[in-house]
């Protein structure tokens, strides 16, 4: 069942599932939906709020462009709209940029916070690694054909201007986000075929890039940052990187992962985020 409210007259959609203490799951992208973020073994563990950013499934568009300034005003307007206690924060990728800067921007509204396939920075050594990951990729499948066409679906969802080139795009770039998509094909296909993603948050960009490398000291909610092993994207380097300068981070890497450990590893997954409501030693 999905829920609204208005901020500013643009409506925010989010739905909820499970049981156990409140988790808002931010999505990433940005341009995805929050469809692609469900983790039925997440919701054992946590009561999961799943909002669709702005601009993407049934929320609506904002005014003044996509920036992290724009999703974290509506982040913090949905934990508002929960209650007045604090909440567990979920950012993946993109949403990850977001969780940190919601969280040094309102600390007190964070209980815990899930460091979830992300970065504390996103500038050009980030996007050349990344560039490079993906053009290795066909190689690292020699034996399988599809492999080959990854990196150019990859660019074709970089240039597409409409919903439906995009999406499709995207879903044809995916196999290079797992760490082994075609073995597991079947598994993942239903899935990968419903994973939508919206243009125009997609072409948005911030003004400058996300770095807060500098200020992760600030953070005060207990942390987890998990990663998958096999992520080209958001992998191991900056995983460390987020946990070494958060006080009292818990590093987790999903040997079996690559971006989307709650699809490949749920049950890892599921475990590594709940050490968030552990004790942490300091």
Do not use: N
């Amino acid at each position: 069942m999905a829920h609204e409210f208005f901020l500013d007259g643009v409506r925010q959609v989010y739905r909820v599932a499970g049981q156990g203490p409140l988790c808002v799951a931010h999505a990433g992208g940005p341009g995805l939906d929050a469809a692609y973020l469900r983790a039925p073994a997440l919701e054992q563990r946590f009561t999961v709020v799943y909002p669709d950013p702005v601009g993407t499934g049934d929320s609506g568009v904002p005014e003044g462009g996509y920036t992290i300034a724009t999703y974290v005003r509506f982040l913090a307007a949905l934990v508002a709209h929960l209650g007045d206690g604090p909440v567990h924060l979920l950012g993946h990728s993109h949403g990850g940029f977001v969780a940190q800067t919601y969280a040094l921007a309102h600390p007190e509204r964070v209980a815990g916070l899930i460091l979830y396939s992300t970065s504390p920075e996103a500038g050009p050594e980030f996007w050349a690694e990344a560039s490079a990951g993906l053009a290795a990729y066909p190689a690292r499948h020699p034996g399988v054909p599809e492999a080959a066409g990854v990196p150019e679906a990859f660019q074709r969802a970089l240039a597409a201007t409409d919903d439906d080139t995009l999406s499709a795009s995207f879903a044809a770039a995916l196999p290079v986000y797992f760490a082994d998509f075609w073995t597991r094909r079947a598994e993942f296909a239903s899935w990968q075929a419903a994973v939508r993603m919206a243009a125009g948050p997609a072409t948005s960009q911030d003004p400058v890039p996300f770095d807060v490398r500098h200020r992760l000291g600030e953070i005060t909610a207990p942390t987890v940052v998990i990663t998958g092993r096999h992520d080209f994207m958001c992998g191991p380097a900056y995983a460390a990187r987020l946990a070494g300068g958060i006080p009292g981070a818990r590093l987790h890497i999903l040997e079996e992962s690559g971006h989307f450990g709650h699809l490949e590893q749920p049950s890892a997954f599921a475990a590594a985020a709940a050490e968030v409501l552990e004790p942490a030693s300091r």
